[in-house]
């Protein structure tokens, strides 16, 4: 089945420990990003990347690192998590016709 | 990059045709129209996609008039499981250079009995 998958899907931790939540898609995609959600913002990109070794910053990339060293892996790290990524965050891959598919989030809760 | 606007939210009732209208006034010329559906705490599913005149499909149809600075979703005869937030994205079709989808705060849309 063609899907993004995302882990964890929850996590709880504290500041300043550092996380990565990882994301996986198999279906060839060459762009993937990184949204958070926040209630009342909708959905805000991080970072973004448009193929192997190529990223770039979305809208609020402070405070996250993303990598792509594979097609179809693009994990999103916290260096030094605060409490104001605590967020719903959403992976996304896309062919070339631009249509967007996403995982099921990781809800993150930053202590 | 193109702007979007849509309703904050809408109300329907079961059976009731839907349409919800976006507003993307600086949309490019190699911009496509993309819909997208969410339900609570999963992520946004792809609905519908077009660049001009009208597409359909099995679950909704999309409306652009020919200047294309806005579009309409409709939602032919809603159900209770179309309780969801739509989102509208203007967007290249073909990602390269700075992509940057923005999606907006979307419209949330409720289904009465």
């Known amino acids: 089945e063609a899907q993004v998958t995302q882990n964890p899907r929850y996590l709880i931790t504290v500041t300043g420990k550092k996380l990565t939540v990882t994301c996986s898609q198999n279906?060839?995609?060459?762009?993937m990003s990184w949204y958070r959600q926040d209630p009342g913002l909708g959905l805000r990109q991080i970072y973004y990347?448009?193929?192997?070794?190529?990223?770039d910053k979305g809208d609020v990339p402070e405070g996250y690192k993303v990598s792509r060293k594979e097609k179809r892996n693009f994990p999103l790290i916290l260096e030094s998590p605060s409490p104001n990524q605590t967020s719903l965050y959403f992976c996304a891959s896309s062919e070339r016709t631009g249509v967007l598919t996403f995982g099921a989030g990781s809800r993150l809760t930053v202590l | 990059l193109a702007k979007t606007t849509q309703p904050i939210s809408m109300d329907s009732y079961e059976g009731q045709e839907v349409n919800i209208t976006c507003s993307h006034n600086n949309i490019a010329t190699n911009d496509y129209i993309t819909w997208y559906q969410q339900f609570p705490s999963q992520g946004p599913r792809f609905i519908i996609q077009?660049?001009?005149t009208k597409v359909t499909n099995e679950v909704a149809s999309l409306f652009i008039p020919a200047d294309r600075k806005s579009s309409t979703l409709s939602l032919p005869r809603v159900s209770l499981s179309d309780t969801a937030v739509y989102y509208c994205?203007?967007?290249?079709?073909?990602?390269?250079?700075?992509?940057?989808?923005?999606f907006g705060r979307g419209t949330s849309l409720i289904v009465h009995p």
């Open positions: 077009g660049y001009k």
């Open positions: 279906m060839n995609h060459e762009y």
């Open positions: 990347s448009m193929n192997v070794e190529v990223t």
């Open positions: 994205l203007v967007a290249p079709k073909k990602p390269g250079g700075s992509y940057i989808p923005t």
